[in-house]
């Protein structure tokens, strides 16, 4: 059920309560959803959404266009759309792994996606990587921090723990198996899909 826009709400409280039968939602929520929007947004101007969107905004338009063409970039699937890679990787990895906390069960599978013989076969760990941040993700630093607050006590807790021993354990694998040494951070996908899913936003939704 979608319902009319409330003027007095904020952004993220204005998605929450929209997508939301009863319109409810917590202050903590309504926060962490504020903080995903303005780490996606606004990133130095340099991936390709912010800097479209800034583009367009300098010709004068509104702000409804703005917006729009910086979603449009974000259609783009060298652009967009890398947490539902991750959401994807991670149900494959619970699917074939019996106890999420034995850390030897989880590096094994993560071994066979490395070899293209698990998830999609491209032999990529989602979530892993960046072309510029190589010690942390600044991003993905607030994102965790911020998101593990929200899902303690929740059904969602167990997957952030999950997620955060293949966040550990990928690169000693990637050096292990690949030969490839060179320093590995999880970036803002590995979390933002699992910080949508606790929020209840619907998949088609995700960056």
Known sequence: VMH??????SLAESILSTLR??????????????LCLMLHAEHGGGNNSTFTCRCVTS?????YAAYASAISAL???RHGGANIKVMEMLNCIENG??????EGEVADFLTKILNKEENDHSGLIYGMGHAVYTLSDPRAVQLK?????LAKGTEVEAEFRLLDTIERLTPQ?????KGDIKTMC????MYSGLVYKLLGIPVEMYT
Do not use: C, H, Q
Request: avoid cysteine; hydrophobic fraction near 30%; proline fraction near 4%.
């Open 4 to 9: 009319p826009i409330n003027l007095d709400e």
């Open 21 to 34: 039968d009863n319109r409810e939602y917590t202050k903590e929520e309504a926060k962490l959803l504020d």
């Open 59 to 63: 010709t004068g338009t509104d702000a």
């Open 75 to 77: 259609k783009g699937p």
């Open 97 to 102: 792994v019996k106890n999420w906390e034995n």
């Open 145 to 149: 921090k911020s998101a593990l607050k």
């Open 173 to 177: 694998l990637f050096a292990k198996n």
């Open 186 to 189: 999880a970036n803002v996908d």
